[in-house]
T-cell receptor, first 114, second 113 residues
Framework: AQSVTQLDSQVPVFEEAPVELRCNYS??????LFWYVQYPNQGLQLLLK??????LVKGINGFEAEFNKSQTSFHLRKPSVHISDTAEYFC????????????FGKGTRLSVIA | KAGVTQTPRYLIKTRGQQVTLSCSPI?????VSWYQQTPGQGLQFLFE???????NKGNFPGRFSGRQFSNSRSEMNVSTLELGDSALYLC????????????FGPGTRLTVT
């Protein structure tokens, strides 16, 4: 079974400052890794995914994440945030093998302050 | 291409009633998964359907059920509603079962009073 820990439930940051949202996972098998964003009263939108290959993945809206296998981490970063980035961010994993569902972290609420 | 649609968007029910939620996947997608989102428990997997068959099931009581039709549209049903069933119910579609990329709908906000 897999599990995901998002280390910060809330992250306040000033506009144009950099941000890092932390995600650690636990799994006995290889996994795919995802970051989703949820804006108020909306569903989840895929920001980026790691399937294989380069450990640095770039997503939409200027976000990127780095897969670190030894640390079992997949932290999300953005060099300069905007007010519009205020949302809930979810890290998720899915096993390579078998028919297993996405397992989500509890989410991190990013609040960008003007 | 139209995204995942869910109806209704908002629903208020009374404890003890039952409710049916509907999800239409992206055209060509044959797998539909359902998730429950609450402030306390976060996002929890309910079940996945592919080719009208349930392929995977989360740890929810039997009051939660679902089905999928031949056009890939899916419904989930919750019987004997409890206050704790108040949540945002999200549907996600993917091309086939086990496919890594899922696309989410806007959700149905269910309030049980």
């Amino acid at each position: 079974a897999q599990s995901v820990t998002q280390l910060d439930s809330q992250v306040p940051v000033f506009e144009e400052a950099p941000v890092e949202l932390r995600c650690n996972y636990s799994s006995s098998v290889s996994v795919y890794l995802f970051w989703y964003v949820q804006y108020p009263n909306q569903g989840l939108q895929l920001l980026l995914k790691y399937l294989s290959g380069s450990t640095l993945v770039k997503g939409i809206n200027g976000f990127e994440a780095e897969f670190n296998k030894s640390q079992t981490s997949f932290h999300l970063r953005k060099p300069s945030v905007h007010i519009s980035d205020t949302a809930e961010y979810f890290c998720a994993v899915r096993s390579h093998s078998g028919n297993t569902p996405l397992v989500f972290g509890k989410g991190t609420r990013l609040s960008v302050i003007a | 291409k139209a995204g995942v649609t869910q109806t209704p968007r908002y629903l208020i029910k009374t404890r003890g009633q039952q409710v049916t939620l509907s999800c239409s996947p992206i055209s060509g997608h044959r797998s539909v998964s359902w998730y429950q989102q609450t402030p306390g428990q976060g996002l929890q997997f309910l079940f996945e359907y592919f080719s009208e068959t349930q392929r995977n099931k989360g740890n929810f009581p039997g009051r939660f059920s679902g089905r999928q039709f031949s056009n890939s549209r899916s419904e989930m049903n919750v019987s004997t509603l409890e206050l704790g069933d108040s949540a945002l119910y999200l549907c996600a579609s993917s091309l086939v079962t086990g496919f890594y990329e899922q696309y989410f709908g806007p959700g149905t906000r269910l309030t049980v009073t």
